[in-house]
């Protein structure tokens, strides 16, 4: 799950031409806590799930591997 999750986020955050430094403004966290998650090294809380999902137009399912769209 970690995996997909950090791929989804990383295709997002390019996606949108964004670096991880202002995907971490726009998500109110700090640019480590991108980074780590794009790595697959942590994960974010569900209160940052929640603004990635709203920032983003996508669902929680879809971050999760739980859902293709």
């Known amino acids: ?3 997909v ?9 390019t996606d949108n031409m964004l670096s ?3 995907m971490a ?4 966290v ?7 998650w794009e790595q697959g ?6 209160e940052a799930l929640y603004r990635i999902c709203k920032a983003f137009d ?3 399912d879809y971050m999760l591997g739980l859902s293709d769209i």
């Open 25 to 28: 403004q726009i998500l109110h």
């Open 58 to 60: 996508v669902t929680a």
């Open 41 to 46: 090294v942590n994960s974010p809380n569900i």
């Open 20 to 22: 991880q430094r202002d």
């Open 1 to 3: 799950m970690k995996q």
């Open 30 to 36: 700090s640019q480590v806590a991108v980074c780590r």
């Open 5 to 13: 999750f950090a791929q989804r986020l990383m295709e997002i955050r």
